[in-house]
C-alpha cells in the first residue's frame, strides 16, 4: 500500500473513531433480506483477498448487517489472521476492515481488536523443530505485516481501545499498565519466538524491508500515521539488541557445524568408512545456521553493521564428491610442487573420453551381445597396452551392447585377478571413464579394495598389486577422502607391525606428491606428515624405521636441485683456494707445504677466519684417512695461531658432546670422525690425556644416572640394544699412539667402567662391536691386567672393588683413582699434581690441578700462620713471668689460668662433641651411607637386569655396616662391643638364587688375614679423620 492511501485511509478511520459517518451508503433504506446478509458472512468467512476485496466492500455499503454484526465481527477476525503473505490480499484486508470500522465504529473494531491480539500468543518452547512451528512462523510474519497496517491506517493503535483487559493474551495483560506503544510488545513476543532454531529471523528481516521508514528519523513521510511519538526510538533500540543477538547466535552455530562436520571426518578417517555419527546432528544445525547466517546478512546491510566473519564458504561443509571433470592444474611450479610430472600425465588422469552419446544409444538399443564378442571385448582389454587402446574399449563396450549383469561380474573379476602391474593405471582409467554408467562395478571393486588393505595393516603379509590399485584409484578421484587417510593414519600409528612401514614407502612413493600437492587433500596430507614427524621422536622406534620415516618424509616433499642452490654461498677466490687445499687435495701436499700456504692467509679478514675455522673443525668433510693429517696440520698452527687452534678445538669437543644431545643416527659417520679427529689432536698433544678421558666418561655416561642404582640403565637417549657409543669409544681407545703413565692410571679404572657399561647391552654383542672391543682389552691388558668380565655380576663386583679402594685411597691421600665431586665416573681431577709430574706430554698451567695445590698449599700457610701465633703467645707468657714479684703471686695467677684453661678445654670438647655429631650427620655419614647403599644396589639390580642370562647362586662377602665400625667406643652398642671383646666381626653374607636374593650376618675371626685388613684399614681411616678435624678445630676455635 502506498504512502498516500495510508494517509488518506488513516484520516477517515480517525473521524470514525470520533464518531462520524465517513462510510458512504448508496442509499439510506438498506437491503436487509437474510440472503444478502448471510451471502456478506459467507464471502468473510472464505477469506479476505484481492477477488472478494470489490464485493465485500459493494455489500458494505448496500446491505444493512446490523443484526448480525457479533457473527461478522467473529467472522472478520477469523478472517484477518489468515490472510497471506501476498501484497494485494494484504491491501484488501486493510480496505475492507477499514470500511467495516468505518460503517460500525467501536462496535465493530474493539471486538476485532481482542479477537486479533490472541494470533500472537506463543510458546517458550525452543527444543524442537516441526511443521506446526515452520506454520506458527510463517502465520506470525502475516499477522504482523496486517496489525502493522492496521496500525498506520489509525484501526489498531492502542490497548487503551480494548473493552475488556482480561480477554488480551497474557504476554500484553502485563504491560498494559507500562503505556508501551502497541507494536512493541507484540514485535518482542513475536521476535522471541523459538529465537534459538531461527524462527523469528525471517519475521525481522520481513518486517525491516517492509516498514523501513520506522528505522529512519529523516523519514517524516508517515509520521501522521504513528499513533505513538516514541516508537521509532523503541523499535530502533529493539531492532539493535535483536540484531547483535542474531550475530552472536550465527556465530555460536557456525563454530558448532564446523566442530561437527570435523568430528564426522575424524570419525570417518578413524574408521575408514562412511558413518552417520555426528551427522544427523549436523544436519539439525545447518538450516538453523543458515537462516540465522541470511538474516545476518540482511540485518547487517539495512543497518549498514560489519558482517561477522563465517568463513570463505556459506556452507561450513566441504562435501567429498568424486570428480570426472579435467581439472585445470598449475604445470609451472617447481617438480616437487606439481600434482603431475608433465602434461601428458596430467591428460592422461584428468581429461577423459565422453562417452555419454555412446551410453545413450546403447540404451536404446535391445539386441545382446554374444559370447564370443564378450571374449573378444575381456581378450582386447587384457592386451590393451595405451591409453587410445583402453579408451576405445570404453567405446566398444557401450557400442557393442556388452552391458549386463554377467559382463559387470566377468570385468570385477578380471580386475581383481590381473597379475600384470604395468596395466594397473590403463585399467584404473577405464573405470574412472565408466564411473557414471557402472557404480555397481566401481562401488564392489572400492569394497573389495578396502578389505584387502584392511588385511593387510595388522598382518605379516604385503599385496603390492592391490596397493598400486589403490593409489591409481586415488589419483583418478575415485575413493572418499576419508578411506585413503583412514589408511595412511593405520599405517603410521602401527609402524611396529611387519611390513607395514614397506606398504606406507609403496603408498607414498605413487601418491605423495599427489597428495600434498592436490588441493582437495593438501590439508590432510599435512597432518599425516606431521604425525609421521611425531612418531619419529618415539624412542621406541629402532634407527631402520626412522630412517624410512625420513624416506617418507623426503618422497613427500623431495629437494630440488633449484631450492638446494638457491642460497648457496658466495665465496672468494681466497676461499675457494683453501677449501679445495684442505677438503680435496690435503693427502696430496706435505704438512710444511700446507702450513706455509695456509700462513699466507689473510686472518685478520673475518670471513676467512670463519671459513678455516670450520674446515678445519669438520673432519667429516674429508677423508677418513685423512684426518691424521689434518691433526697434524692444526698442530704445525699453534705456534702462529695460537688462539685459533684453542677455538678449533673447544668446537670439535662442543661437536662431540653436541652430537649427544641430538643423538641422530644419520649424523653417526660425522660423530665417528669427530672422535677419530679429538684422538688425533691428543696424539699430536694439543690436549692432555684428562681431557681425552674426560669425553670418553662423558659419552658413557651422557643420558644416565651418574650415581645410584641405575647406572647405565637404559635410557630413552641410550638404549640397550644401540651400540654405537660402544663404537665411539672403540674408535678412541684403538687410535691413540702415546700412553703416558697418567693416561694408563687413569684407562684402568674407566676400562673398569667400560666392562660394566657394556654387560647392560643386549646380548649377545655384534661380532663387529665385540672384535673391536677384544682388540680394546688385548691392548691395554699389559699396564691395567684388565680382561674383559664374563657376566655383569662379575664386571659389577671388580668396579665395586676398585671404587671402594679408590674411595679409600682419596680419604687417606694416597688414591690411585679418585672421583671429583660433580661426577661419580669423572677421573680428569684426580691426583693430578702428582700425575703431571709423570706425564711425558706437555701441559697448559691454568688447569684444575693447580686448584688442588692451591688448596693444599693454602692449608699449609695456615697451619704455619698458626705455629707463629701460638710462638708468639708462648713468648708474651714467657715475658709476664719475669716480671712477677713473688713466687706466691705467681702461685695463684698459675692456679686461676689452670682454672680458665680447664673452662676453655671443657668449652672446646664440648664445641668438638657437637662439631664432630654435625660432621657426621651432615656430611660424612650421608656420604659413606650413600655410596655403600648405592654400590650394594648397583650390584643387585645389574643382576636383575640380566633377564636373558641364567644366574647361578653367588655368594658375595659383604662387610656390615660401614657406620658402626666409624663410631667411637662409647657409642657402639653393647652387641657390638661384646663382639669385639669375642674377636669376632660381623659381616653380611649375601646369597642369590635364581631371582631371591637372602642375607645373614657371619663372624669371622679377627685374626684371618681379609678381616684384619679391613679393620686395619679402617683403623687408619679413622686416624687421618681425627687428624682432619683437630686441624680444623684449631683453625676454628685457637
Not at 105 to 131: H, I, P, Q, W
Not at 430 to 438: C, F, I
Not at 560 to 575: F, M, P, V, Y
Not at 921 to 935: C, H, N, P, T, V
Request: with cysteine; net charge negative.
Amino acid at each position: 500500500m502506498d504512502d498516500e492511501r495510508r494517509i488518506q485511509l488513516h484520516e477517515l478511520n480517525t473521524k470514525a473513531w470520533n464518531g462520524e459517518q465517513v462510510f458512504p451508503l448508496k442509499s439510506q433504506k438498506l437491503d436487509s433480506s437474510i440472503k444478502r446478509n448471510t451471502g456478506f458472512i459467507k464471502r468473510l468467512k472464505q477469506g479476505i483477498n484481492k477477488e472478494s476485496k470489490q464485493s465485500l466492500l459493494k455489500d458494505l455499503s448496500e446491505v444493512s448487517l446490523e443484526k448480525y454484526l457479533s457473527e461478522i465481527t467473529n467472522t472478520a477476525a477469523e478472517g484477518l489472521s489468515n490472510v497471506g503473505n501476498k501484497n494485494e490480499d494484504v491491501i484488501a484486508a486493510v480496505e475492507v476492515v477499514s470500511g467495516l470500522h468505518q460503517r460500525f465504529n467501536a462496535r465493530f473494531t474493539c471486538g476485532v481488536f481482542e479477537l486479533y491480539l490472541n494470533n500472537f500468543t506463543t510458546s517458550a518452547d525452543d527444543s524442537t523443530v516441526d511443521k506446526e512451528g515452520l506454520a506458527k512462523s510463517t502465520k506470525l510474519k502475516g499477522n504482523l505485516r496486517v496489525l502493522t497496517e492496521l496500525y498506520l491506517v489509525g484501526i489498531f493503535t492502542s490497548l487503551d481501545k480494548v473493552s475488556s483487559k482480561e480477554a488480551l493474551p497474557s504476554f500484553l495483560q502485563r504491560r498494559v499498565n507500562k503505556k508501551e506503544p502497541l507494536l512493541l510488545p507484540i514485535l518482542k513476543e513475536t521476535l522471541n519466538y523459538k529465537f534459538k532454531l531461527g524462527f523469528s529471523t525471517a519475521i525481522a528481516t520481513s518486517f525491516v524491508k517492509r516498514f523501513p521508514f520506522f528505522f529512519d528519523n529523516e523519514d517524516t513521510s508517515l509520521n501522521v500515521c504513528i499513533f505513538d511519538n516514541d516508537l521509532k526510538g523503541s523499535l530502533q533500540a529493539l531492532f539493535k539488541v535483536f540484531t547483535e543477538a542474531v550475530f552472536a547466535r550465527a556465530l555460536e552455530l557456525y563454530s558448532k557445524v564446523k566442530k561437527l562436520y570435523k568430528e564426522h571426518q575424524k570419525c570417518q578417517f578413524r574408521t575408514g568408512k562412511s558413518t552417520d555419527e555426528y551427522i544427523e546432528e549436523y544436519n539439525f544445525c545447518l538450516p538453523i545456521y543458515e537462516s540465522f547466517k541470511t538474516a545476518s546478512e540482511n540485518l547487517a546491510e539495512f543497518f549498514q553493521l560489519n558482517l561477522p566473519a563465517f568463513g570463505t564458504e556459506s556452507d561450513a561443509r566441504n562435501e567429498e564428491t568424486s570428480s570426472y571433470s579435467p581439472v585445470i592444474t598449475n604445470t609451472m611450479a617447481l617438480p616437487g610442487q606439481r600434482v603431475w610430472e608433465n602434461e601428458e600425465t596430467r591428460k592422461f588422469y584428468e581429461i577423459l573420453p565422453n562417452i555419454d552419446d555412446v551410453y545413450t544409444e546403447s540404451l536404446r538399443n535391445t539386441t545382446e551381445a554374444n559370447g564370443d564378442a564378450i571374449n573378444r571385448f575381456f581378450a582386447s582389454l587384457e592386451g590393451a597396452e595405451t591409453k587410445a587402446m583402453i579408451d576405445s574399449l570404453s567405446v566398444q563396450y557401450w557400442a557393442t551392447n556388452l552391458d549386463n549383469k554377467a559382463t559387470r561380474k566377468r570385468l570385477l573379476k578380471f580386475l581383481i585377478e590381473t597379475q600384470d602391474w604395468s596395466k594397473i593405471r590403463i585399467f584404473a582409467r577405464y573405470l574412472a571413464t565408466n564411473a557414471k554408467y557402472l557404480p555397481e562395478v566401481i562401488e564392489e571393486f572400492i569394497t573389495y579394495l578396502d578389505h584387502g588393505f584392511r588385511s593387510q595393516l595388522h598382518s605379516n603379509r604385503i599385496n603390492v598389486k592391490n596397493i598400486i590399485f589403490f593409489s591409481e584409484m586415488v589419483k583418478f578421484m575415485l575413493l572418499p577422502t576419508y578411506m585413503i587417510f583412514h589408511k595412511i593414519r593405520t599405517l603410521i600409528i602401527n609402524l611396529q607391525v611387519p611390513n607395514n612401514i614397506e606398504i606406507l614407502t609403496v603408498f607414498f612413493e605413487h601418491l605423495g606428491i599427489f597428495l600434498i600437492n592436490k588441493p582437495e587433500y593438501k590439508q590432510h596430507m599435512e597432518k599425516m606428515v606431521e604425525l609421521i614427524k611425531e612418531n619419529k621422536k618415539d624412542r621406541q622406534l629402532n634407527i631402520n624405521l626412522k630412517g624410512a620415516l625420513d624416506n617418507l618424509i623426503n618422497l613427500v616433499y623431495p629437494p630440488s636441485i633449484r631450492s638446494l642452490n638457491a642460497d648457496a654461498k658466495i665465496l672468494t677466490s681466497e676461499q675457494k683456494f683453501y677449501r679445495v687445499l684442505i677438503r680435496r687435495e690435503l693427502g696430496n701436499f706435505e704438512h710444511k707445504h700446507v702450513i706455509k700456504l695456509l700462513r699466507k692467509a689473510n686472518w685478520k679478514d673475518p670471513n676467512v677466519y670463519n671459513m678455516l675455522c670450520e674446515l678445519l673443525t669438520k673432519p667429516e668433510e674429508i677423508s677418513y684417512q685423512n684426518i691424521p693429517l689434518m691433526a697434524r696440520v692444526v698442530k704445525e698452527l699453534y705456534a702462529y695461531q695460537r688462539n685459533f687452534v684453542i677455538k678449533c678445538i673447544d668446537e670439535v669437543i662442543e661437536n662431540i658432546d653436541r652430537g649427544l644431545e641430538i643423538s641422530d643416527y644419520s649424523k653417526n659417520m660425522q660423530r665417528i670422525s669427530e672422535v677419530r679427529y679429538l684422538t688425533e689432536l691428543y696424539n699430536c698433544e694439543l690436549i692432555k690425556p684428562v681431557v681425552l678421558i674426560d669425553s670418553l666418561f662423558k659419552i658413557m655416561s651422557f643420558g644416565h644416572a651418574r650415581v645410584g642404582t641405575n647406572l647405565f640403565s637404559p635410557s630413552d637417549i641410550d638404549r640397550s640394544d644401540d651400540y654405537f657409543r660402544i663404537q665411539l669409544i672403540s674408535t678412541v681407545l684403538l687410535h691413540p699412539t702415546k700412553t703416558s703413565p697418567t693416561f694408563r692410571n687413569k684407562t684402568k679404572l674407566f676400562l673398569m667402567f667400560f666392562d660394566y657399561y657394556i654387560s647392560t647391552k643386549d646380548q649377545p654383542i655384534p661380532q663387529e662391536v665385540n672384535f673391536k672391543l677384544d682388540a680394546i682389552f688385548e691392548k691395554f691388558m699389559p699396564d691395567g691386567g684388565i680382561n674383559r668380565s664374563a657376566s655383569t655380576q662379575e664386571s659389577a663386583m671388580r668396579l665395586f672393588d676398585a671404587l671402594k679402594t679408590q674411595s679409600a685411597g682419596h680419604q687417606g691421600g694416597k688414591s690411585e683413582f679418585a672421583l671429583p665431586r660433580e661426577s661419580s665416573i669423572n677421573l680428569s681431577e684426580v691426583e693430578y699434581e702428582s700425575a703431571n709430574e709423570e706425564d711425558e706430554v706437555e701441559f697448559d698451567k691454568d688447569d684444575v690441578g693447580s686448584d688442588i695445590s692451591g688448596l693444599i698449599d693454602d692449608e699449609e700457610d695456615e697451619q704455619e700462620d698458626q705455629h707463629d701465633h701460638d710462638q708468639d703467645e708462648s713468648d708474651s707468657d714467657s715475658d709476664g713471668d719475669d716480671e712477677e714479684d713473688s713466687e706466691e703471686e705467681y702461685s695463684e695467677e698459675d692456679d686461676i689460668y689452670r682454672d680458665i684453661d680447664a673452662d676453655r678445654d671443657i668449652e672446646k670438647k664440648r664445641m668438638y662433641e657437637e662439631f664432630q655429631r654435625k660432621m657426621r650427620q651432615d656430611d660424612e655419614r650421608k656420604i659413606e651411607a650413600e655410596m655403600e647403599r648405592q654400590f650394594q644396589q648397583i650390584l643387585l639390580e645389574s643382576a636383575d637386569s640380566r633377564k636373558n642370562e641364567k644366574v647361578t647362586g653367588g655368594k658375595i662377602p659383604i662387610l656390615s655396616s660401614k657406620n658402626e665400625s666409624d663410631k667411637p667406643e662409647l657409642l657402639r652398642p653393647a652387641s657390638s662391643r661384646s663382639r669385639e671383646q669375642s674377636n669376632k666381626i660381623a659381616f653380611t653374607f649375601l646369597s642369590r638364587s635364581g631371582k631371591k636374593t637372602q642375607s645373614r650376618v657371619l663372624g669371622l675371626p679377627s685374626n684371618v688375614e681379609f678381616v684384619s685388613g679391613v679393620l686395619e684399614e679402617e683403623e687408619r681411616l679413622k686416624n687421618e679423620r681425627e687428624k682432619i678435624k683437630k686441624i680444623v678445630l684449631q683453625r676454628t676455635f685457637d
